[in-house]
């Protein structure tokens, strides 16, 4: 099994910024990618923030692009969300996700959630 333990989440002021950040652990080979995604209130859906691969390459959802910046450290099987100039239609549940490989199948993975509030 795979733990995603996130951290960061919280209450801000719109125009402010957090960072969240997520580990993964357990029993895996390799991590192929990691990402956010996010559900706002009210939705069901959970739609893609960005993500990273472990060669480094990103893609980001066109709401943030410019305003947040994923980042990872394959050594601490971590991942980082820079997200600025957040606005209140940020405010959404964020999950982590990982693709990981064991024993020469991918998997998948997700967090718990961390709430991101964002006020006007």
């Known amino acids: 099994q795979v733990q995603l333990v996130e951290s960061g989440g919280g209450l801000v002021q719109a125009g402010g910024s957090l960072r969240l950040s997520c580990s993964a652990s357990g029993s895996f080979s390799s991590i192929n990618v990691m990402g956010w995604y996010r559900q706002a209130p009210g939705t069901t859906q959970r739609e893609l923030v960005a993500h990273i691969t472990s060669r480094g390459s990103t893609n980001y959802a066109d709401s943030v692009k410019g305003r947040f910046t994923i980042s990872r450290d394959n050594a601490k099987n971590t991942v980082l969300l820079e997200m600025n100039s957040l606005r209140p239609e940020d405010t959404a549940v964020y999950y982590c996700?990982?693709?990981?490989?064991?024993?020469?199948?991918?998997?998948?993975?997700w967090g718990q959630g961390t709430q991101v509030t964002v006020s006007s």
């Open positions: 996700k990982a693709l990981v490989m064991r024993d020469l199948l991918q998997y998948q993975y």
